[in-house]
């Protein structure tokens, strides 16, 4: 089978057509992969859940035009079985992803859609919104947003609610749904959905429906979850975020803050010394 890029694979794997036909050897801008089901991927921090198959194609051999198109070194399908066992096409992520493709590449669409494991988000639809650091999730049927607190206007079928890391302002929205979730006790609880646009990485999706949830417990308080996945028709590289964490960070201080710390230090009669033991009680306590 050929296709011109990585996006047009994805499109015929998950849109369900019958063009697409598993075969030992895909072609990708003119470049072979080839089945390698030898190859072991985990794949459970992205794509949680039992009953889940793959399958890895790798890169045939490095010559000089995979080189010049930067292609990546492999793709992986991924296929999610339901409660009858019945396999059906979600995703395909990329392997090795050693370069971002350029425009002048033949027959080149701009891979907007390519994510890490994290990303960068940002609500263009909700006024005041700042970019903030969201966890990608497949395992997640929706997107979910850190809330503190929230009041429903019943009457006029409206949410108002509180996202610090989003905005430090009260916003209110249309309240098009609420979600029921299993909570810790096993009972049932409800959470609010509303409907917003937000721009995921470098690509701008519409109408996605996102709940609204305490999230305070979590490292990120934003997690983009299928649904939003599916209708940007993500692909999803873990590598991105491996690159990032490797590169050299630029810690930025500010005189006065440190000022300002100092004086809370000085006025509270906390000397270094306390602070050292106190780290160093904490690491006791909790074994680290």
């Given at each position: 089978m050929k296709f011109n890029n990585i996006n047009d694979l994805y499109s015929a794997f998950t849109g369900g057509s019958d063009t697409f036909l598993m075969q030992e050897?895909?072609?990708?801008?003119?470049?072979s992969y080839t089945l390698t089901p030898s190859l072991s991927v985990d794949t459970t921090d992205l794509f949680g859940g039992k009953g889940n198959s793959t399958a890895t194609y790798s890169i045939d051999n490095r010559d000089s035009k995979s080189k010049d198109l930067l292609l990546p070194e492999g793709f992986v399908l991924h296929w999610e079985a339901d409660?009858?066992?019945q396999l059906t096409p979600t995703n395909v992520t990329i392997l090795q992803s050693n370069s971002t493709l350029t425009e002048n590449t033949p027959n080149y669409e701009k891979p907007d859609n390519v994510i890490g494991s994290t990303t960068d988000v940002k609500f263009t639809s909700l006024p005041g919104s700042s970019t903030i650091k969201a966890k990608i999730d497949t395992g997640a049927t929706i997107c979910s947003l850190h809330t503190d607190n929230y009041r429903i206007n019943q009457q006029e079928n409206t949410i108002t609610f509180v996202s610090p890391p989003l905005s430090s302002n009260e916003l209110t929205v249309p309240l098009v749904d609420q979600q029921a979730v299993t909570s810790a006790d096993g009972g049932s609880e409800y959470r609010p959905v509303i409907e917003v646009n937000i721009r995921i990485g470098n690509k701008l999706v519409n109408n996605v429906k996102i709940n609204l949830n305490d999230r305070s417990h979590m490292e990120y308080p934003v997690l983009i979850g299928k649904n939003a996945l599916e209708q940007g028709?993500?692909?999803?590289?873990?590598?991105?975020?491996e690159q990032l964490n490797h590169e050299p960070k630029e810690i930025a201080s500010d005189a006065n803050d440190i000022r300002r710390v100092y004086n809370i230090l000085k006025e509270s009669n906390i000397s270094f010394a306390d602070i050292i033991h106190l780290m160093q009680d904490d690491i006791d306590n909790n074994g680290d």
């Amino acid at each position: 089978m050929k296709f011109n890029n990585i996006n047009d694979l994805y499109s015929a794997f998950t849109g369900g057509s019958d063009t697409f036909l598993m075969q030992e050897h895909i072609t990708v801008a003119g470049v072979s992969y080839t089945l390698t089901p030898s190859l072991s991927v985990d794949t459970t921090d992205l794509f949680g859940g039992k009953g889940n198959s793959t399958a890895t194609y790798s890169i045939d051999n490095r010559d000089s035009k995979s080189k010049d198109l930067l292609l990546p070194e492999g793709f992986v399908l991924h296929w999610e079985a339901d409660n009858h066992s019945q396999l059906t096409p979600t995703n395909v992520t990329i392997l090795q992803s050693n370069s971002t493709l350029t425009e002048n590449t033949p027959n080149y669409e701009k891979p907007d859609n390519v994510i890490g494991s994290t990303t960068d988000v940002k609500f263009t639809s909700l006024p005041g919104s700042s970019t903030i650091k969201a966890k990608i999730d497949t395992g997640a049927t929706i997107c979910s947003l850190h809330t503190d607190n929230y009041r429903i206007n019943q009457q006029e079928n409206t949410i108002t609610f509180v996202s610090p890391p989003l905005s430090s302002n009260e916003l209110t929205v249309p309240l098009v749904d609420q979600q029921a979730v299993t909570s810790a006790d096993g009972g049932s609880e409800y959470r609010p959905v509303i409907e917003v646009n937000i721009r995921i990485g470098n690509k701008l999706v519409n109408n996605v429906k996102i709940n609204l949830n305490d999230r305070s417990h979590m490292e990120y308080p934003v997690l983009i979850g299928k649904n939003a996945l599916e209708q940007g028709k993500f692909l999803i590289d873990p590598r991105i975020n491996e690159q990032l964490n490797h590169e050299p960070k630029e810690i930025a201080s500010d005189a006065n803050d440190i000022r300002r710390v100092y004086n809370i230090l000085k006025e509270s009669n906390i000397s270094f010394a306390d602070i050292i033991h106190l780290m160093q009680d904490d690491i006791d306590n909790n074994g680290d």
